[in-house]
């Protein structure tokens, strides 16, 4: 991290963001040799010597329950930033609701994410010519398949192929082993057979066992000795997770993925990477031509704007921010915000489809003390199962969605204390504590996380009054769910009620048979994606397949906003996929003198 003095007075790529997306980008170009300035809006953040990894919810302010400052819990390692950051508003339209979560911290929000990994399938790229909704991406999945591969290499993933529709397998030898289904999970497994739902090895980005420091270097950095030299070492630092520690916390033996453990400190080590903090960038500078020039942005120490020149700018802020930067990017070639000829910037944003149902499972009372540890995210889950039916047109809805559970007898939270106050019912003394006991470990949840068709009744625009702290406009959301989502919605509640009956259980979140009451508001997946869509028609989109702006030919905006659609697997994965992709092109454009 260099002082002002011992910068560079123009960086060959200038990267916003230091999340997924820009986290990756920077990683993969310090690696070829740019030289890169990432800004980064909030603190510096050092997981090896920041997180909490052993502390006890007893030595939490409020048993370490989640607050307004910290909605996650005290020890979640979102140590600034949330729904709401002060000083940072959002508006909403008027009879309309969206939540934003941002990260102001050095590695976004790759430090508090679940790290579930999985690939979008060939059917998620062109949804349009399956259904005739939404859009098709400019893209197939043969041709982000490889950078699956090197990303799952790189960062270290589990999971099994199972061969299932849509559901890719990764190459062999890429995944790490899985760890084994804990008793609750067998169970469910059992019994979710009963009603034709699949259950099979989870994929989160957490190392069951050391990374193979020999094969993947070679495999992510083909013909760069200099890198596979680099990340070999660096991969030697990271231990395979103890099985015990919240992953949200943040991870100081570099067991799971962060930007913070996993990309950027090799990317520092490369000597090319130049990381500012404290950064709010506000707006991309043209030339005469209409290249991006550099990025603005303000010193929040100093509250004084500040300047950063590049031959590229990569935006990697996030679905909203890289949005909300270019459409307050105006200029008289721009006058509607920077790349924004199509006035698509802002448009078409999504959110995952979010439902739970809560069960309560009596096979599991009374069962002796054993461990039960594990990754603190799932082991197993659901894929889509019933993509045959939906073509067919017989579930009322065009997309699907997967399902991740919830339960264990892990070390108890405010959530155990509040379940067991539901089956208790005012005990005390002796007696609870039996009671207590008894229904520890009985209770499971299921979260259904689902597509959502891209709608032009949802979009972020520039709020014509509102400023930051900082002086700069602010996002203001448009958020409407189809009937799509809302009878997908339904759905999963109907279908969690069919699996927790077949465990013998019973529910304990109504069941609605009303979308709009089962769905969860628009952004609270924290999935935001779209925005800056990819596509072939500079018209029809704002970046082609490379996430290269089809304007601005020095412009990439390889986040979730480039996202054509919204599929129901987790996006963190293909971002990294993208973001690479994106970096290898910068690369070889500049080789061949095109940027």
């Known amino acids: 991290m260099a002082p002002p003095a011992a910068r560079p007075k123009v960086y060959d790529v200038v990267v916003v963001g230091s999340g997924a997306a820009g986290g990756m980008a920077a990683y993969m170009l310090a690696q070829a040799g740019v030289k890169v300035a990432m800004l980064e809006a909030g603190r510096d953040y050092k997981p090896t010597s920041e997180t909490p990894m052993f502390n006890l919810n007893a030595q939490a302010p409020l048993r370490g329950v989640g607050t307004p400052d910290k909605p996650f819990g005290f020890y979640d390692a979102t140590v600034h930033g949330g729904w709401k950051v002060p000083g940072e508003p959002y508006t909403s339209a008027e009879g309309t609701t969206f939540r934003w979560w941002r990260s102001r911290m050095l590695g976004g929000r790759t430090n508090h994410w679940g790290r579930i990994s999985l690939r979008m399938g060939p059917y998620d790229f062109h949804p349009r010519s399956r259904d005739g909704l939404g859009f098709d991406w400019p893209m197939d999945y043969a041709e982000l398949a490889p950078y699956y591969d090197r990303t799952e290499a790189l960062i270290g993933v589990w999971g099994t192929n199972e061969g299932m529709e849509n559901t890719p397998d990764s190459s062999p030898g890429i995944l790490q082993p899985a760890p084994k289904p804990r008793g609750y999970e067998m169970y469910m497994r059992k019994h979710a057979a009963k009603v034709g739902v699949p259950i099979i090895p989870s994929r989160i980005a957490v190392l069951s066992q050391p990374m193979d420091h020999v094969t993947a270097p070679k495999l992510v950095h083909p013909g760069n000795p200099r890198a596979q030299e680099i990340l070999s070492r ?20 570099g067991a799971n993925f962060q930007s913070t453990t996993v990309l950027i400190p090799p990317a520092l080590e490369t000597g090319n990477l130049t990381v500012i903090t404290d950064a709010m960038a506000r707006e991309v500078t043209i030339d005469a031509r209409g290249r991006a020039t550099g990025v603005h942005y303000i010193d929040k120490k100093t509250r004084r704007d ?26 008289r070639l721009f006058p ?27 096979a599991l009372e009374s069962l002796p003390p054993y461990n039960e540890d594990g990754g ?24 699907g969605y997967h399902i991740e559970p919830g339960g264990s007898r892990r070390m108890p939270g405010e959530g155990h204390v509040s379940d067991i106050q539901k089956m208790t019912k005012g005990l005390y003394g002796k007696k609870l504590k039996q009671e207590a006991r008894r229904y520890y470990g009985t ?21 014509p009054k509102v400023l930051d702290d900082y002086g700069i406009p602010v996002l203001r959301f448009h958020w409407k769910w189809s009937d799509h989502e809302l009878r997908q919605a339904a759905h999963m509640q109907k279908t969690f009620a069919e699996v927790i009956t077949a465990m013998g259980g019973k529910t304990l979140t109504p069941i609605e048979s009303d979308g709009a009451k089962a769905i969860a508001p628009g952004g609270a997946i924290i999935h935001e994606v779209g925005t800056v869509r990819m596509g072939k028609d500079a018209k029809e989109s704002v970046l082609d397949k490379y996430a290269r702006s089809h304007e601005v030919k020095n412009l990439y905006v390889p986040d979730g906003g480039c996202f054509v659609s919204n599929a129901d697997k987790n996006p963190t994965l293909t971002i990294l996929a993208i973001a690479m992709r994106a970096a290898e092109h910068i690369e070889g454009e500049m080789k061949r003198r095109n940027l």
Not at 234 to 253: D, E, F, K, V
Not at 344 to 353: A, I, P, Q, S
Not at 376 to 399: C, I
């Open 234 to 253: 660096h991969m030697q630092t990271r231990l395979a997770c103890i099985w015990a520690i919240p992953c949200g916390r943040g991870c100081s033996i």
């Open 306 to 331: 500040a300047y950063v020149a590049g031959r590229v700018v990569v935006l990697a802020a996030g679905a909203g921010e890289s949005a909300r930067i270019l459409l307050n990017s105006r200029s």
């Open 336 to 362: 509607q915000g920077l790349a924004n000829g199509s006035g698509l910037v802002g448009r078409y944003l999504m959110d995952t489809v979010g439902a739970s149902v809560d069960g309560q499972i009596p």
């Open 376 to 399: 603190s995210a799932m082991h197993v889950y659901t894929p889509w199962w019933l993509y045959k039916e939906q073509l067919a047109g017989k579930l009322g809805f065009a997309r």
């Open 443 to 463: 209770f499971i949840g299921f979260h259904g996380r689902g597509e959502m068709i891209p709608n032009k009744d949802s979009y972020c625009e520039i709020d």
